[in-house]
């Protein structure tokens, strides 16, 4: 019904950054909130970032002032710059998105992206 599809993730040292990707596609009526979770090793899934429609921002508090979300609606994109990047950010990163199915759906389904890998060496 709703794909998420993600891209960017890969291997870098500490220090640097990478850039990740999540395009929506599907039956798609509107996009609400988008989000990025990780999950390390070992780990629960935990909250990254989200993005309300209109471009509010929420951060965890460990990635505040080192990740940015971002969002192009016209593309179904959600985005996050990630600087400053750190040991401890090694983890899988999944996509989310509350979509809007159809002009009639009572409520937004949310859907998950099968996760990038994003490794930061030491």
């Known amino acids: 019904q709703v794909q998420l599809v993600e891209s960017g993730g890969g291997l870098v040292q500490a220090g640097g950054s990478l850039r990740l990707s999540c395009t929506a596609s599907?039956?798609?009526?509107?996009?609400?909130?988008m989000g990025w979770y990780r999950q390390a090793p070992g780990t629960q899934r935990e909250l990254v970032a989200t993005i309300t429609r209109g471009g509010n921002p929420n951060y965890a508090d460990s990635v505040k002032g080192r990740f940015t979300i971002s969002r192009d609606n016209a593309k179904n994109t959600v985005y996050l710059q990630m600087n400053s990047l750190k040991p401890e950010d090694t983890a899988v990163y999944y996509c989310?998105?509350?979509?809007?199915?159809?002009?009639?759906?009572?409520?937004?389904?949310?859907?998950w992206g099968q996760g990038t890998q994003v490794t930061v060496s030491s």
């Open positions: 989310n998105a509350a979509v809007r199915v159809s002009a009639w759906a009572r409520s937004d389904s949310n859907f």
């Open positions: 599907g039956s798609i009526f509107s996009i609400n909130t």
